[in-house]
């Protein structure tokens, strides 16, 4: 409409020449003027040219030349502020359609790297959810007030016919889908979060078991270990006649048709020493026991066959005592301190030893693993009990009861973590073989 009137003047201003019909012929030299009249005005027609004012004042030739200038001017300016609107909005379409055209991670990321200048999009989130989460808000938030920004600025520059409703519609629509594609992937971000924190969970105890089990084995470890130098040197202190105080073998015995038993003690009761020690099986109490019972010798049981042993070891002092036996013919030896003082058959000829009883220190045992009678309990010092599956050679027992070799039990071997106590009995560091040696 602008441009329309700015013509029209421009004619009105050339058009002195050329008189409309039913007029009459100006006279040379004159011009004439058309202005608005309104419709209550006195007289109708053309008024009289005006007269010249006085002043410098521009003549109306020249006001007019200059109001169309000012009109031609806004219209340029306005056309111009219409241009950069539709060029923000077509940039803003572009980058709709960019993020509606891709998938997933890809769109999400272009549309925050065009509009949030972020350093990291959306193909390339942060590791924490709660991150990514405040991120998509914040872009979001941004596009809306992006968009109402532009809505404001239309509405103060340009006229509706210049932003047709489809547009705005369409842009309203492209919004919405953008929205809801990031409430999707929001709710992405959330399922993974939970996933991540239930793996998470698992593995923590996953690795807490682990870590218990390597404390306890360590534990075990430093029990048996710490308080001696070495596994096998320490005592079984067994000071009362109870029946309570006691140690116990871990192991158990396989089946045996030898076997050679040997240990240090040092007995401090009288009379007799007691009960040094046991093995039980199901169905035999005394499947192998060595015995003093008051002032009667001291005594081996093989399957609850009795054989007396020519010992003498309750004079409180430290000895090294060694028994054989064979179930071929149930032949037994007896050493103490290196020296073989008896010898005999027949006891429990062809018997195996059961497998799978308990081994108890100090204690005869009534049951499998119980039943002790404190007047058969030994009391006293114990150490090296030692239990290999053959029939030792002398020569082996007297190098063992001297100090010149160290030959641990190959089916029980005296280390401290194979050893427990119970009911009072400790465990300390023993003398040194040689020590024990001169206490004879």
């Not at 020249?62 to 009109?71: I, M, N």
Request: hydrophobic share 40%; proline share 6%; with cysteine.
């Amino acid at each position: 409409m602008l441009l329309v009137a700015a013509g029209l003047l421009l004619a009105v201003a050339a058009g002195g020449r050329g008189s409309p019909a039913g007029e009459q012929e100006s006279p040379p030299g004159s011009r004439f003027v058309c202005t608005s009249v309104p419709l209550d005005a006195a007289g109708a027609g053309c008024p009289l040219p005006p007269v010249p004012m006085q002043g410098g004042a521009l003549p109306p030739e020249e006001e007019l030349k200059a109001t169309v200038l000012q009109l031609r001017e806004t219209v340029l300016q306005q056309k111009e502020t219409i241009g950069s609107q539709r060029e923000a909005i077509r940039e803003l379409t572009g980058k709709l359609s960019r993020c509606e055209g891709a998938d997933g991670k890809s769109a999400a990321g272009a549309w925050k790297n065009e509009v949030g200048k972020g350093k990291d999009t959306m193909g390339d989130l942060p590791r924490d959810p709660a991150q990514v989460i405040d991120q998509l808000s914040r872009t979001m938030q941004t596009l809306k007030d992006r968009l109402e920004s532009l809505e404001h600025q239309l509405r103060a520059n340009v006229s509706y016919a210049a932003l047709p409703s489809d547009l705005r519609e369409m842009l309203q629509r492209r919004l919405g889908d953008l929205e809801r594609q990031l409430l999707s992937k929001v709710a992405e971000l959330e399922d993974e979060k939970s996933l991540l924190h239930n793996e998470t969970s698992a593995h923590r105890q996953k690795t807490e078991t682990a870590l218990n089990a390597l404390l306890e084995r360590v534990s075990e470890l430093e029990k048996g270990n710490s308080a001696f130098k070495s596994p096998d040197e320490f005592k079984v202190s067994l000071p009362l006649r109870t029946n309570y105080l006691y140690g116990k073998i871990k192991k158990t015995l396989p089946e045996l048709y030898a076997f050679t038993v040997c240990l240090w003690l040092r007995s401090s009761a009288s009379p007799g020493i007691g009960t040094p020690f046991s093995y039980a099986v199901p169905g035999q109490a005394n499947e192998i026991v060595l015995i003093e019972w008051g002032n009667n010798p001291i005594e081996l049981l093989i399957n609850d066959k009795v054989a007396q042993l020519p010992l003498f070891i309750s004079d409180g002092k430290w000895h090294h005592i060694c028994i054989t036996w064979t179930t071929r013919d149930g032949m037994w030896e007896a050493f103490q301190d290196g020296e073989k003082l008896g010898t005999g058959e027949n006891l429990a000829p062809w018997h195996p030893i059961k497998p799978g009883g308990v081994l108890i220190l100090g204690q005869e045992q009534d049951t499998v693993g119980g039943r002790f009678d404190a007047t058969q309990a030994f009391v006293g010092e114990m150490s090296q009990f030692n239990i290999w599956d053959r029939v030792l050679k002398a020569e082996d027992i007297m190098n063992i009861a001297n100090c010149s070799i160290n030959m641990p039990g190959n089916i029980i071997p005296w280390v401290d973590n194979n050893v427990d106590v119970f009911g009072g009995a400790t465990k300390w560091p023993v003398e040194t073989c040689e020590e024990r040696l001169l206490d004879l």
